[in-house]
């Protein structure tokens, strides 16, 4: 690989910001194509009334609470890696932070958005904030479903300053690069960054204090989610280990799709000499340590639900293991498990493809586990009377997959307008002083470096 040089790293990452090829456009127009068209779908089903998707009792949580489990899940991969990899000062995580984060963002803008989908009269989405009113109706403040608010604006919040901080340093370069209409609009997200020793001291002071924040936010926001379901008197959920069961869940299928997303930039936009393997192996080794700790929460909760042989909690234990949910039952262990553990076991197989390969089939995976939580026990609690089938309808489907194209258009607009790796961090990298030093080089390396 060739030597890395202040310049050649910043020509490389404002590449994309600078160049535009077709390619961008035509991804850009059949994501945003994908996104409308499920924007129609729930445009359709707010007109024609909430019967257009495929809610019937007693299942009234279907596709929409198990996306929104989901993406809040995926939103674990940035914050929380990186905050912690941050904090241990590990210097490979230096090109994975900023891909990492973006997700955190992204992932909780679109979980955020499925109470509201799933609400049949949306225009009154504001009721689910907890603030005095004139109807005189408090929130239940008793209610999961009120932490929820607190937990997701909290940790979005905090995302989005965790995300913001490290990239005021590369919008001043970009600042300095470009000319016109975009020097105007760089210098004003640059917020007057000159690159002196008191902004870095600063900045660095800030970013480690919301790495300290963020994790035990970023950890209460799934076990609050996780709330909503062992808070309930309902057979198969309540239950004293869903907390951290989801809590590793999260972080599990937060790194499948750390590494999808860093495949998918290494291969598109020719990040080869920044996005090493190494970075996907050690990746790899994380997501195999959280497979395991999966396997260890699946098999702890399957195992005493069977040994308490409840009757109820058997109902929903057989229909999952033998009856008409166990093929996603084992397909979802085969995802989880099967797949990702001989390939990310090996070194061999611990390669890029091999970690994409992985990857995909815990994402794949981990949404069966969010369905599987839901659906089988709404359909089947205490009396059989009360059991039914669930059918996801075409709505619920569209909308499901728009999700995932408008994770996708973001993520590539994203790219477009702001370098997806850390410039200043990859050159502070290449000269690992003490702080004083260190801000001499950033200041001279971003600011003074001629393209």
């Known amino acids: 690989m060739k030597e890395a040089t202040a310049k050649r790293i910043a020509d490389d990452l404002l590449r994309p910001l600078l160049n535009t090829s077709w390619r961008f456009f035509l991804l850009v127009a059949i994501l945003g194509a994908i996104v409308l068209t499920g924007a129609s779908a729930w445009m359709y089903q707010v007109w024609n009334g909430f019967g257009e998707s495929g809610k019937r009792w007693p299942v009234f949580w279907g596709f929409y609470i198990t996306n929104f489990v989901f993406w809040i899940g995926i939103s674990h991969a940035g914050t929380l890696i990186s905050a912690i990899l941050r904090l241990v000062n590990a210097g490979w995580r230096r090109p994975v932070t900023r891909c990492a984060e973006v997700i955190t963002a992204f992932a909780l803008m679109i979980g955020a958005m499925f109470p509201i989908i799933h609400l049949g009269r949306p225009w009154l989405f504001f009721w689910l904030m907890p603030y005095p009113n004139q109807r005189r109706i408090w929130p239940n403040f008793r209610s999961p479903l009120v932490w929820d608010f607190f937990a997701i604006s909290t940790y979005l919040t905090g995302s989005v300053l965790f995300l913001v901080l490290p990239m005021i340093p590369d919008f001043a370069l970009v600042r300095d690069k470009t000319t016109g209409v975009r020097r105007k609009f760089y210098g004003t997200l640059a917020l007057g960054w000159q690159g002196t020793t008191k902004q870095w001291h600063r900045l660095e002071s800030a970013m480690q204090i919301m790495a300290i924040a963020i994790i035990p936010v970023a950890v209460s926001v799934h076990t609050i989610v996780s709330f909503d379901f062992s808070m309930a008197p309902v057979p198969g959920w309540h239950s004293t280990i869903f907390g951290p069961y989801f809590v590793a869940g999260a972080i599990f299928s937060g790194i499948a799709a750390l590494i999808i997303a860093m495949a998918g930039l290494r291969k598109f936009l ?146 477009k307008f702001v370098p997806i790796i850390s410039i200043w961090e990859l050159k502070v990298g290449e000269h690992p002083f003490p702080i004083e030093a260190a801000a001499q080089v950033k200041e001279h390396a971003i600011l003074r470096t001629n393209p």
């Open 270 to 415: 020719h990040l080869e000499d920044y996005l090493h393997p190494v970075h996907f192996a050690n990746l790899g080794k994380l997501l195999l340590m959280m497979s395991l700790l999966w396997t260890y929460f699946v098999f702890a909760e399957r195992l005493t639900t069977w040994y308490g042989n409840g009757t109820s909690e058997m109902n929903v234990f057989w229909v999952t293991q033998t009856g008409s949910y166990s093929p996603l039952y084992w397909t979802m262990v085969i995802c989880n498990f099967v797949i990702p553990f001989p390939i990310l076991s090996l070194r061999r197989t611990r390669t890029v493809t091999g970690c994409v390969i992985a990857s995909c089939s815990v994402v794949v995976g981990m949404w069966l586990e969010r369905f599987l939580i839901v659906v089988p026990t709404l359909g089947h609690k205490y009396l059989p009377y009360s059991w039914g089938p669930y059918q996801p309808s075409k709505v619920e489907i569209m909308i499901m997959i728009s999700t995932f194209a408008a994770m996708g258009l973001l993520y590539t607009l994203f790219a």
